[in-house]
Structures are given as C-alpha cells and as structure tokens.
C-alpha cells in the first residue's frame, strides 16, 4: 500500500475516533483500535476468512454484557480495522474519496463497537452497521 494511502487512511480514523460521542470514547479508552494493513493468517483461519480483502474488522474480547466478576484476569479487549479490507469495500461502491473513505470507516468502527457492546451480526445489520 502506498504511503499516501496509509497516511490519509489513518488521519480519517482518527477524526472518526474524535468524532465518537465521549461516552462512548470513554468506554473504549481500555480497548485500543488497532489498524493493521490485513489480517494475520491466524486470524483468517480464526474467522474462516479466504481473501483478507473481505476482513474489514474485528472485535476480540467478551462482550460488556457477558462479563462477570469471576472473569476478571483476561486479556484485554481489542478493536482490529483492515485497511485493505476497507480500502477494498469502499473501491467497490465507487470513487476513493476521502468522504467515502471516512463512511466505511466509521461503519467498521461502528461494527466492531458494536460486538463490543454485546450487539449480534443480525442487529448491527438492521442498524445499517456492515
């Protein structure tokens, strides 16, 4: 990926974090977002993902509404954006602007806090958050 790319990719997430209201900003300030190029091999495994180009995100953790007092030693949770993956789906509904850019972003973003927050696949796509 081009350096450009990369740069501009990361500026747009960051003004999507900045955007997210602050209550939400601050229940995530224990659960880094992380944005990788692609997924590891691992994780397509993981997710039965065949091309890493369909991978846009990924939440690991237990869910908010799962957790219990007896499972407090765990690692901590992570949010995972693909830049290829989104790169990729936002190419495939037409030109790569930086508004284009930034909507699938914030709807990966979105998804991904969203399982965070213990919500399915089902309602996040009723939400419009795939």
């Known amino acids: 990926m081009k350096a ?8 747009l997430l960051a003004e999507v974090l900045a955007e997210l209201p602050e209550d939400i900003r601050e229940r995530l300030e224990e659960t880094p977002v992380i944005a990788d190029d692609r997924p590891s091999r691992q994780v397509m495994r993981a997710t039965g993902a065949e091309d890493p180009r369909e991978l846009c995100g990924l939440y ?12 407090l030693a765990r690692l901590p949770d992570t ?8 790169i990729c789906a936002t ?8 508004e284009a850019l930034k909507r699938q972003i914030r709807i990966v973003v ?13 309602e996040l796509r009723r939400l419009g958050y795939e």
């Open 4 to 11: 450009e790319l990369l740069q501009r990719f990361d500026r």
């Open 60 to 71: 690991t953790g237990v869910p908010l509404i799962s957790r219990s007092i007896e499972a």
């Open 79 to 86: 949010i995972h954006v693909y830049r290829e993956g989104v």
């Open 91 to 98: 190419a495939r509904r037409g030109p790569l602007t930086d």
């Open 110 to 122: 979105l998804h991904e806090i969203g399982h965070h927050f213990g919500f399915g696949e089902a």
